[in-house]
C-alpha cells in the first residue's frame, strides 16, 4: 500500500459541511486544519460538492496547501508536493440523513432488533411496526405508505419459528406499495432479515414489487442477535440508493477514495474503536441542531439511538414541548417570565442560527441543552438493553432486586467515560460549562472522566478508521478528544451541609458537604490515586460508606467533586432553587448573568 | 464560516416567481406549456392505487390455510363487487355451507398459500393538483406536474400554519404596530386574506375562522394563542398540513412584534388584489418559508434572483436575537477579526447603527439581511 501522508475529510452535516487535513509527521499523524461552509443539498445550489469544495477552499486558505484543481475537482492522489492529497474521505447526513421504516413480528423483540440494528447502521427510524404493535392493520398499511421511507427493514421469527407472520408482514407492505422518499418511479429497497424459512413466499409476495434484498436473520434464536449482516446491507442500500439520489451525492461518490459513510454510522465507528482500544465503557452524545445522537459501549456492546426531535433549533420547541416549561426553567439562576421564554425558544426554531449574544441568553440556552440531553439519554437507555424473552440463570442478587430480562446496559457506576458533541458542547464558551451541562443532564455516579469533541471531527475520525485505524486513533486523542476532568459523584441522599465525602490525594485531605460542588484544580495530563471515603449513607460503587481506592485524572477544567446526591434533586422552592444554582455556577467559576 | 449570517426573506414587490406543481405519484397532466392558468385550474391529475384489505378466509371458515384457497371462488386479477360471495366451504357431508362475502368492490390480488388470505384492493382514489398562483404554464414535467410562472409581488413570511389559499387581500388595521383584534374583522373580510401588524390576538384568529376568512399575515403572535387556535402543540417546524379553515402567515416571529415597515407599505399597496398564500414551512433540510404571491400586471423584467446577497457597509439588516431582537439598522463596520462576545463565544461580528440611534455590535449569524 502507498504511504498515505495527507488525508482529507468532510462531513457535510445537514446545515454545514466541515472539512478536516490530517498530515503525518514525525511519523505520527495530527490535524492540520479545519474549513467549513454551508452545506448545498437545496436550491438554488442543489449539489452538494458546492459546499464541499467552499469547505475545502478555506481549508486550502489556511494550511496554504492547493488540494482543488482548475475545475474544482479533489486532487487524489498527491500530484506533487504540496498539491493534493493521498486519500479522500467523506461523511454525510444532509438532506435528512438515513431514513428508515423497521418491521418485526413482536415489539419487544425481533422489531427492537430490527430497530437496534437500523439505528447502529446509522439510520433516523421513522416507524417501528410490529404485529403486536396494537394498530389495526389498515393504520400500518397508511402509516408505511405516508411516510416514504429510504428503505425498510423486515424481521421476525426465529429461524424455524413462525412464518404465517411474515407473510402478514410482508402482505402488509405490498398492500401498502410504498414508494422511496426520493427517486420518482423507482422501487423501494427492502431488506429481509427474518426467519430463513419464510424467505421464499416473502420473495413471492414482494419480489416483483420491491427492490428486495435478503440476508441472515439478525435474531436467529431468542437468545442472539446477529446485526452484522442487516447493518452492511443498509450501509451498501445507502450507497447505491440513497447517496446516488440525493443532489452531487453521485459526483461526491466518484470523488471520495473510499464509500460515502452516513455521519452517525461513522461516529458509532470511532466510539467503538475508543472502547476497544483502551478497554472502557463509553457514553457519547452529539447533540445537534436537529437531533441527538446518542451511543455507548457498556461490556464490548455497542449501542446507538437517536432522538430525531431534539435538538438546540430546528426541534428545540420539541424539547419544550417534551420535557415541559417546568423542566427548562429548573436550570435557569434568574427568574424568566414563562411567556418570554416560550417565544424566544420559537423565534430561535424559526430562525435556527442564531446565538446567545449575552451570559443570560446562552444561560437560558444551556438549560434547554440540559433537557434535550436528558432526554435523548433516557430514550438511549430504553433501547440499550439485554435481549427479551431470553431465559437467563439469575443471581440471587438479581431475584432480589427483582431484575427482569430487558433490563438497561446502562450502568453509570460502570460507565468510564462521558464525550459530549455537537455545538452547545464543544461550542461553549467556556469549557467548564460544557462540564456542568454534562454533569446535569447525565448525573455520573462514582468516578466517571468527561470529555467533548474539540472541533466535532469525530465523523471524519471514524470513517478514517475503517480505512486507517492507527491514524484515526492518533488524531483523536492528540486533536479531537478534550478531557475536562474525572468526576467524582456519590450515590444516594445525604442530609443537606454535613460531610458527604472526603478525598485524600497528592498529600492532602478535602471535605466535601452533602448538596456542594467543589472543583479542584488539576492539569491535563496529571493522574493520581485518590483515597475516597463517602459517608455511611452514600456510595461510590463499593458500598455504602465504602472507602474507594482510584485514579483520577486532570482536565481542563478539574476534579469535580459533586456532592449533590444522586439522583439529583432541586429545591421545589423557586427562591431556593436559584440560590443553589448560584452556588454551584460559582463552584464551577461561571458568571450567572 | 466568512458568510456566518442568515440570508433574510424576500419582500419584493415585482419578480418572477415559478411555482412547481407535482402529483405525488406519476399521472397525466392536462394543461399545455402557454396556457394561461388562475389558481384553481387543475393542471395534473392521477388515481392514488387504493390499499388491499385483507380477509382472513382460512380463520372466517374455520379451514387450513391451503383449504381456504381451495374454497376461493375467486382468483388474482378478479374484479369482485361488495356483497359478492368470495369463498364458499360445505361442512357435515355438504349439509351447511359457509360463505365469505366481499365487504368492499375491489380487485383480488393476493391469494396466500401460507395464510390463507384473500386481499383486494380497493379502488383508485383521484387526485388533482391546481395551479395555485394566477399565470402562464411554461413547462411540463413528464408525467409528473408543471411549472406555473407569474410576474407579481412576492413576500416571504418566517413561519405560517396552514396550507394553499386564495382570496382578495384586505388590509385591517392602519399601521404595523396594530394588533388585529377580534373587533376589526367583520363579515366583509370572509374568503379574504386579511393582513394586521404586531400581532393577532386569540379571539381575532377564531372569529378569522368562523367567517371563513383564507388567511391572516401578521408580523408575530403569541405562542400559546397560536397552540390554543390548533389545538395542538407545535414541537418541530414541519407545517403546512394543519386542519384550520384560515391559514396563518407571521412575517417576523414571536409575541408581539411590529411588521417591518417595507413588508407593511408592500402590503397595503397590495390592497384589493387576489393574492395565493400558503402557510407550510420546514426549517430543516429543504428550507420552505411561508408565502404570498400576488400576481400583478408586468412592468418591466426582474428576473427572480437566486444568488444570495452578502452583507456590505451600507447593507439594510434586521437583529434577530436579543437583546436587539427586531431593530432595523444599517451596517457600518465589518471587522474581519473574530471578536469576544457578551456570552464569551468568539465569532464573526458586525457592527450596526440602529434606526433609533443606537450603535451597535452583533454576532453576524444574528441579523439578516433584508432583500428587495
Redesign the interface.
Known amino acids: 500500500m502507498v504511504e498515505i501522508n495527507t488525508i482529507l475529510a468532510t462531513d457535510c452535516g445537514s446545515t454545514t459541511t466541515k472539512a478536516i487535513l490530517i498530515e503525518k509527521k514525525d511519523g505520527e499523524y495530527r490535524l492540520v486544519v479545519r474549513g467549513e461552509a454551508p452545506t448545498t443539498v437545496e436550491a438554488p445550489f442543489d449539489d452538494v460538492t458546492v459546499g464541499v469544495v467552499n469547505a475545502v477552499r478555506e481549508v486550502e486558505e489556511l494550511a496554504g496547501r492547493r488540494i482543488l484543481d482548475e475545475t474544482g475537482r479533489i486532487i487524489v492522489p498527491t500530484a506533487s508536493e504540496g498539491v493534493g492529497v493521498d486519500m479522500y474521505l467523506s461523511t454525510s447526513s444532509a438532506g435528512g440523513g438515513l431514513q428508515m421504516t423497521v418491521a418485526g413480528v413482536v415489539r419487544a423483540m425481533s422489531a427492537e432488533s430490527a430497530e437496534r440494528a437500523a439505528l447502529g447502521a446509522g439510520a433516523i427510524i421513522i416507524d417501528v411496526i410490529a404485529v403486536d404493535d396494537g394498530r389495526k392493520d389498515f393504520e400500518k398499511v397508511r402509516r408505511i405508505r405516508d411516510l416514504r421511507p429510504d428503505m425498510i427493514l423486515v424481521s421476525g421469527g426465529t429461524d424455524g419459528g413462525t412464518v404465517k407472520h411474515l407473510v402478514e408482514l410482508s402482505e402488509m407492505l405490498l398492500s401498502a406499495d410504498p414508494k422511496p422518499r426520493l427517486g420518482v418511479g423507482l422501487r423501494l429497497p427492502v431488506i429481509y432479515a427474518g426467519n430463513k424459512d419464510a424467505r421464499q413466499p416473502v420473495t413471492e409476495i414482494l419480489g416483483d414489487r420491491v427492490d428486495l434484498r435478503i440476508v441472515d436473520n439478525l435474531r436467529p434464536t431468542l437468545d442472539r442477535e446477529n446485526l452484522g449482516p442487516a447493518r452492511e446491507a443498509i450501509h451498501e442500500l445507502f450507497l447505491q440508493h440513497v447517496m446516488q439520489q440525493a443532489p452531487g451525492y453521485a459526483k461526491l461518490s466518484d470523488w471520495v477514495s473510499s464509500g460515502i459513510m452516513s455521519t452517525p454510522n461513522a461516529v458509532g465507528q470511532i466510539i467503538q474503536t475508543v472502547a476497544q482500544q483502551m478497554k472502557i465503557n463509553v457514553l457519547a452524545a452529539d447533540i445537534g441542531g436537529a437531533t441527538t445522537d446518542v451511543f455507548s459501549v457498556f461490556g464490548g456492546v455497542y449501542n446507538r439511538t437517536v432522538s430525531a426531535n431534539l435538538g438546540m433549533s430546528y426541534s428545540i420547541c420539541n424539547v419544550l414541548a417534551e420535557a415541559g416549561i417546568s423542566n427548562i426553567s429548573r436550570w435557569i439562576p434568574f427568574e424568566v417570565d414563562e411567556a418570554a421564554l416560550r417565544n424566544s425558544l420559537r423565534n430561535k426554531m424559526v430562525r435556527p442560527t442564531t446565538i446567545p449574544q449575552t451570559i443570560r441568553e446562552l444561560r437560558i440556552e444551556q438549560a434547554v441543552s440540559r433537557e434535550a440531553l436528558r432526554l435523548a439519554f433516557e430514550h438511549h437507555k430504553t433501547l440499550a438493553r439485554s435481549l427479551k424473552g431470553v431465559q437467563s440463570q439469575r443471581t440471587i442478587g438479581e431475584i432480589m432486586e427483582q431484575m427482569e430480562t430487558g433490563h438497561t446496559l446502562v450502568d453509570m457506576l460502570s460507565l468510564d467515560m462521558i464525550v459530549g458533541s455537537g455545538g452547545v458542547l464543544s461550542h461553549a464558551p467556556r469549557r467548564a460549562e460544557a462540564a456542568y451541562m454534562m454533569l446535569d443532564a447525565y448525573q455520573p455516579e462514582g468516578v466517571t472522566m468527561l470529555a467533548v469533541d474539540s472541533i466535532f471531527m469525530m465523523p471524519q475520525l471514524g470513517v478514517l478508521s475503517t480505512i486507517l485505524p492507527e491514524a484515526a486513533s492518533q488524531v483523536f486523542e492528540r486533536d479531537c478528544l478534550i478531557k475536562l476532568g474525572s468526576v467524582i459523584a456519590p450515590v444516594g441522599k445525604a442530609r443537606e451541609g454535613e460531610p458527604a465525602c472526603t478525598l485524600v490525594i497528592r498529600g492532602e485531605t478535602i471535605t466535601v458537604p452533602y448538596g456542594e460542588v467543589k472543583l479542584i484544580p488539576m492539569e491535563e495530563g496529571e493522574s493520581h490515586e485518590a483515597i475516597v471515603r463517602p459517608s455511611r449513607k452514600l456510595d461510590l460503587g463499593a458500598g455504602k460508606g465504602t472507602e474507594l481506592v482510584t485514579q483520577v485524572e486532570g482536565g481542563v477544567v478539574g476534579l469535580v467533586i459533586d456532592c449533590r446526591g444522586r439522583p439529583l434533586e432541586l429545591p421545589n422552592d423557586a427562591r431556593a432553587r436559584m440560590s443553589r444554582l448560584r452556588d454551584w455556577y460559582a463552584a464551577f467559576g461561571l458568571e450567572v448573568e | 464560516?466568512?458568510?456566518?449570517y442568515?440570508p433574510g426573506l424576500r419582500v419584493c414587490p415585482g419578480t418572477i416567481v415559478r411555482k412547481e406543481r407535482k402529483l405525488p405519484?406519476?399521472g397525466q397532466v392536462v394543461v399545455s406549456v402557454g396556457d394561461s392558468v388562475n389558481s384553481d385550474t387543475v393542471v395534473a391529475r392521477t388515481e392514488i392505487?387504493g390499499?388491499?384489505?385483507?380477509l382472513k378466509i382460512a380463520e372466517m371458515l374455520g379451514l387450513e390455510p391451503a383449504e381456504a384457497v381451495a374454497a376461493m371462488t375467486v382468483k388474482q386479477g378478479d374484479k369482485v363487487e361488495a356483497g359478492q360471495v368470495v369463498a364458499r366451504s360445505k361442512s357435515f357431508f355438504g349439509l351447511f355451507t359457509s360463505e365469505c362475502k366481499a365487504p368492499y368492490t375491489g380487485t383480488v390480488?393476493?391469494v396466500?398459500?401460507?395464510?390463507g388470505?384473500l386481499?383486494i384492493?380497493m379502488p383508485s382514489r383521484p387526485v388533482e393538483v391546481d395551479a395555485y398562483i394566477d399565470g402562464v404554464v411554461t413547462d411540463v414535467l413528464d408525467d409528473?406536474g408543471v411549472v406555473v410562472e407569474t410576474y407579481g409581488a412576492l413576500i416571504q413570511g418566517?413561519?405560517g400554519v396552514g396550507g394553499e389559499r386564495s382570496g382578495r387581500l384586505c388590509v385591517a388595521v392602519d399601521s404595523p404596530g396594530d394588533v388585529l383584534t377580534e373587533d376589526l374583522l367583520t363579515e366583509k373580510h370572509g374568503q379574504h386574506v386579511v393582513v394586521g401588524g404586531s400581532g393577532v390576538t386569540l379571539g381575532a384568529l377564531r372569529k378569522a375562522a368562523s367567517l371563513g376568512i383564507k388567511g391572516i399575515v401578521v408580523g408575530a403572535v403569541?405562542?400559546?394563542d397560536l397552540i390554543e387556535y390548533l389545538g395542538h402543540?407545535?414541537?418541530?417546524?414541519i407545517t403546512g398540513q394543519e386542519d384550520i379553515v384560515t391559514t396563518v402567515i407571521?412575517t417576523e416571529?414571536?409575541?408581539r412584534l411590529q411588521m417591518a415597515n417595507r413588508t407593511f407599505r408592500l402590503l397595503k399597496s397590495l390592497d384589493g388584489h387576489k393574492v395565493s398564500i400558503n402557510g407550510a414551512?420546514q426549517?430543516?433540510?429543504?428550507?420552505i418559508r411561508p408565502e404570498i404571491i400576488a400576481p400583478l400586471e408586468f412592468v418591466e423584467h426582474t428576473d427572480e434572483d437566486?444568488?444570495v446577497s452578502s452583507l456590505e457597509v451600507g447593507t439594510d439588516i434586521r437583529v434577530?436575537?436579543?437583546?436587539y431582537?427586531g431593530a432595523l439598522g444599517k451596517v457600518t463596520k465589518l471587522p474581519p477579526e473574530l471578536v469576544e462576545?457578551?456570552?464569551?463565544?468568539?465569532?464573526r461580528v458586525l457592527e450596526a447603527k440602529l434606526e433609533d440611534g443606537r450603535e451597535v455590535t452583533?454576532?453576524r449569524?444574528?441579523v439578516?439581511i433584508i432583500e428587495g
Open positions: 464560516m466568512g458568510g456566518a442568515t405519484l406519476r392505487p390499499v388491499i384489505q385483507t390480488e393476493l396466500s398459500r401460507a395464510t388470505h386481499g384492493r409528473e418566517i413561519f403569541v405562542d400559546v402543540d407545535i414541537g418541530v417546524a407571521l416571529g414571536f409575541g414551512t426549517i430543516r433540510a429543504g428550507v437566486t444568488g434577530i436575537r436579543d437583546p431582537f462576545i457578551e456570552s464569551g463565544a468568539i465569532v452583533v454576532p449569524a444574528n439578516e
